[in-house]
T-cell receptor
Framework: GENVEQHPSTLSVQEGDSAVIKCTYS??????FPWYKQELGKRPQLIID?????GEKKDQRIAVTLNKTAKHFSLHITETQPEDSAVYFC????????????FGTGTRLQVTL | SQTIHQWPATLVQPVGSPLSLECTVE??????LYWYRQAAGRGLQLLFY??????ISSEVPQNLSASRPQDRQFILSSKKLLLSDSGFYLC??????????FGSGTRLTVV
């Protein structure tokens, strides 16, 4: 089955700096890669996703890049703000009928003033 | 629009007691449904998933079971809870095209 590794486990940045979180996956059949943000005590919320036919996707201050050859993908947050502080999870799956998301172990991002 | 409901929000149960958590989806038909568990400060572990009524796949053999009696209803059960069953239980459904949306979760504490 799929295995997703995520680094770093914790990340502290100053407000306004950029943050980068990296993930690798093992199953070459995976073609869908979402990123979730989870605030304390809340459900994970989808913030951005990318499919294997695209190398990069941006949404305002958030971008995701995908390298299918190397089987890794990254989340980039620019101009970080205190409200970006949360746990971020990457995930991977195929998009078949019985697809299932496999999550990374999470990165706790702390944006300091 | 599609919505997902999950209840209860919190639950404190004694060891050995039964469990029933329910999840329902509105605004779609024949969704893929999932149960995930998150231990405190940890990642998300897939427990069960279902692609249709009565079709349940188990990812982790354990003290829990799942059922899908109706198209948009997914139930997580246990006959006898263990301390290790404590955690944050999340139901999810898959949007057309691959996106997954989570319910608000049930925080279960087994005492």
């Amino acid at each position: 089955g799929e295995n997703v590794e995520q680094h770093p486990s914790t990340l502290s940045v100053q407000e306004g700096d950029s943050a980068v979180i990296k993930c690798t996956y093992s199953d070459s059949a995976s073609n869908y890669f979402p990123w979730y943000k989870q605030e304390l005590g809340k459900r994970p919320q989808l913030i951005i996703d990318i499919r294997s036919n695209v190398g990069e996707k941006k949404d305002q201050r958030i971008a995701v890049t995908l390298n299918k050859t190397a089987k890794h993908f990254s989340l980039h947050i620019t101009e970080t703000q205190p409200e970006d502080s949360a746990v971020y999870f990457c995930a991977a799956s195929d998009t078949g009928t019985a697809s299932k998301l496999t999550f990374g172990t999470g990165t706790r991002l702390q944006v300091t003033l | 629009s599609q919505t997902i409901h999950q209840w209860p929000a919190t639950l404190v149960q004694p060891v050995g007691s039964p469990l029933s958590l329910e999840c329902t989806v509105e605004g779609t038909s024949n969704p893929n449904l999932y149960w995930y568990r998150q231990a405190a400060g940890r990642g998300l572990q897939l427990l069960f998933y279902s692609v249709g009524i009565g079709q349940i796949s188990s990812e982790v053999p354990q003290n829990l079971s799942a059922s899908r009696p109706q198209d948009r209803q997914f139930i997580l059960s246990s006959k006898k809870l263990l301390l290790s069953d404590s955690g944050f239980y999340l139901c999810a459904w898959r949007l057309a095209g691959g996106g997954y949306t989570f319910g608000s979760g049930t925080r279960l504490t087994v005492v």
